[in-house]
């Protein structure tokens, strides 16, 4: 019962992460499709992408489990999820069209998947002891995780210019001390940080007692629909 659960655990979301992977993978083929399927495949991607915000409270439910059982694949999750994430770049070499999409897609996501549960299963083995600069950084991996992409792209538009900053080795350090300073400074920001799916500081304005607490929600729904419709209306 426990190596099923394992299992489980260790394939089920590897593979519908896989599968929106894929899907997204997949978008280029779209014109190929007739006309009514096409519509609906060029905006299926936002469905399965639902699919992550559920995979995120179940895996926040399941914590207690996942910590019991994290020593039986921790070292085996980790190893070969490393391993399919490094055999995606020979997989894109040897396959081409439709099927190279498919196979990059499910292993991306199976890859991933396994990588990060058994770095944390290890994680958690080895860093027993709670230190100050533990906080510290889980404070900063919200951030992180929600600029890391901006700071990238702004970078490369105008580092590809210059032919040294635009080179792999310098571009990946420069960007990480920009986003790693950055992730430290929106941790100090006080009621601002809100935005960034930090606890805000006690007696903060943010989020508010109104409507218990959903008016910068409200707000941010607002303005994100509004830019969907000025996009696609311009």
Known sequence: MVLRRSNQLAFIPGILIGHVQAAHNLTPFYQFLPYD????AQTFPFVPY????????????ADKQIRQDSKL???TCFIVGAVLCTAIGPVAQILSGVSRSIAQGFMTGIGQWLYLIGS??????????PRDWHKKFRMMAMPFYLIHQQVI??????????????????????????????????????????????????????PGKQLRGFVPVIVLSGLVMFHILLANLL
């Open 153 to 206: 792209v702004s970078f490369a538009a105008g580092a590809l210019w210059v032919p040294y900053l635009r080179t792999l080795p310098v571009m990946l350090i420069i960007t990480s001390i920009i986003v790693i300073t950055l992730s430290f400074l929106i941790t100090k920001s006080g009621p601002l940080r809100y935005f960034f799916g930090l606890p805000p500081p006690k007696g903060s304005c943010l």
């Open 37 to 40: 399927f096409a519509w609906f």
């Open 73 to 75: 694949w921790s070292w």
């Open 120 to 129: 944390i299963a290890l994680a958690r083995e080895k860093f027993t002891a």
């Open 50 to 61: 639902m699919i992550f915000f559920v995979l995120g409270y179940a895996t926040g439910a």
